[in-house]
């Protein structure tokens, strides 16, 4: 079985690449800090966010990291 780890990525599409190069996995774990940039524009940050949370497959976990938390009401 293989498990990609992803985490902190802080309002970057890198996640896009690593699971297009890590072809063969069968689950993915978010570690959370989706958000909370200095470099990426807040559209760009929330376009990416809502890309990530859309993907529809029952083997990624999602969890919430502490610099998302700022942003929870």
Not at 42 to 52: G, H, I, P
């Amino acid at each position: 079985m293989k498990i990609v780890v992803v985490g902190d990525i802080h309002g970057h599409n890198s996640w896009k690449k690593i699971l297009e190069t890590e072809e063969a996995w069968n689950k993915v774990i978010f570690l959370g800090d989706y958000v909370d940039s200095f470099t990426v524009s807040s559209k760009e940050q929330r376009d990416n966010l809502v890309e990530l949370l859309t993907l529809k497959d029952g083997n990624i976990i999602r969890l919430v990291g502490n610099h998302d938390l700022n942003y929870v009401p």
